[in-house]
């Protein structure tokens, strides 16, 4: 979460999925304003994640850089470009009734 708020990223939500999925214990969103944003923010958090936690990491989509996927391991990470995560809405999908309404597209 450091990490993200350190690159800027815009509206980060953290969902807890411990108890309720399999595949994380944690799934965090977030927006960066353009692909190259995305791309960079995906580069550092997957090095600090390696550096800190020694943790293999995997990514996913950073060549078009719309969606990237960060899997390290109880922990995955979306980012996003705000067009793509609206249409996305991984929060409501994820979020069991829990999570707030997805960013209107134009805001953050």
Avoid: C
């Amino acid at each position: 979460m450091q990490s993200l708020d350190d690159d800027q990223a815009v509206e980060t939500v953290s969902i807890p999925l411990a108890g309720k999925s399999s595949i994380a214990d944690h799934m965090v969103i977030a927006s960066g304003r353009s692909t190259r944003q995305v791309a960079s923010m995906a580069m550092k958090l997957a090095e600090r994640i390696k550096a800190e936690f020694r943790r293999p990491v995997r990514i996913e989509g950073l060549p078009t850089a719309d969606w990237v996927l960060i899997d390290a391991g109880d922990v995955i990470v979306h980012l996003f470009r705000p067009e793509v995560r609206s249409f996305y809405n991984l929060e409501r999908m994820w979020a069991f009734g829990d999570a707030p309404p997805p960013p209107a597209m134009g805001q953050g």
